[in-house]
């Protein structure tokens, strides 16, 4: 399975929903779980594999500490057209990496929680409350199904800066496709 990485235009497609009950895109799980793990990530999202799908494959449990410093267990989940349905009032700081932006890690702002409602892999609807990590890294799968990368959801300075580290890493001419466009401006606070 191939991870695409920025500047991809996989990256930059509105994913389609997903039909209730279509398990074709069940078969891409296993394989984006393993991706995942073996990049000691957090999660995956359908384009990133190019499944241009509303799925994102979840574990933010593994990489937890309860309150005597022990992980929590692993806790894999599947999202089939997640919505954000309630979300805080403010925004938080958030420093994310990516694994289609390989090396890179880029300030950006989230909700400080959010509550999404989805189906899981046997399609039934489910509602998941995140904050900390957990409700950032929804957020984060979230944007890829939109076509947004970090890139895109950083503000214009964190951008550049980060398209210039990007570029210094990865030897790529790396340019956003979204440019300097408006996204940021409708989701400024
Ligand atoms: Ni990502």
Same mark, same amino acid.
């Given at each position: 399975m191939q991870v695409y990485t920025f500047p991809d235009p996989v990256l930059h497609e509105v994913c389609?929903?997903?039909?209730?009950?279509? /398990?074709t895109v069940l078969r891409y799980v296993d394989?984006? =779980?393993? /991706?995942?793990?073996?990049?000691?990530?957090?999660?995956?999202?359908g384009p990133q594999v190019g499944l241009l799908k509303r799925m994102v494959v979840i574990d933010t449990d593994y990489v937890t500490e309860d309150e005597d410093g022990e992980l929590l267990p692993s806790r894999p989940l599947v999202l089939i057209n997640p919505e954000i349905i309630e979300h805080s009032e403010t925004k938080i700081?958030?420093?994310?990496g990516c694994l289609s932006l390989?090396?890179?890690s880029v300030n950006v702002k989230r909700w400080e929680w959010v509550r999404?409602?989805?189906l899981d892999a046997d =399609?039934?609807?489910?509602? !998941?409350?995140g904050e900390d990590l957990f409700g950032i890294c929804m957020q984060h799968e979230m944007d890829h199904l939109d076509g947004v990368t970090l890139i895109e959801r950083a503000d214009p300075i964190a951008r550049l800066k980060a398209l210039r580290e990007?570029?210094?890493?990865?030897?790529q001419?790396?340019?956003?496709? !979204?440019?300097t466009g408006p996204l940021m401006e409708v989701d400024a606070q």
């Amino acid at each position: 399975m191939q991870v695409y990485t920025f500047p991809d235009p996989v990256l930059h497609e509105v994913c389609e929903p997903v039909e209730p009950g279509d /398990e074709t895109v069940l078969r891409y799980v296993d394989n984006m =779980f393993k /991706e995942m793990y073996g990049s000691d990530g957090v999660g995956l999202a359908g384009p990133q594999v190019g499944l241009l799908k509303r799925m994102v494959v979840i574990d933010t449990d593994y990489v937890t500490e309860d309150e005597d410093g022990e992980l929590l267990p692993s806790r894999p989940l599947v999202l089939i057209n997640p919505e954000i349905i309630e979300h805080s009032e403010t925004k938080i700081p958030s420093t994310e990496g990516c694994l289609s932006l390989p090396g890179l890690s880029v300030n950006v702002k989230r909700w400080e929680w959010v509550r999404v409602k989805c189906l899981d892999a046997d =399609f039934n609807e489910v509602e !998941h409350y995140g904050e900390d990590l957990f409700g950032i890294c929804m957020q984060h799968e979230m944007d890829h199904l939109d076509g947004v990368t970090l890139i895109e959801r950083a503000d214009p300075i964190a951008r550049l800066k980060a398209l210039r580290e990007y570029r210094a890493a990865t030897g790529q001419s790396a340019r956003s496709s !979204h440019g300097t466009g408006p996204l940021m401006e409708v989701d400024a606070q």
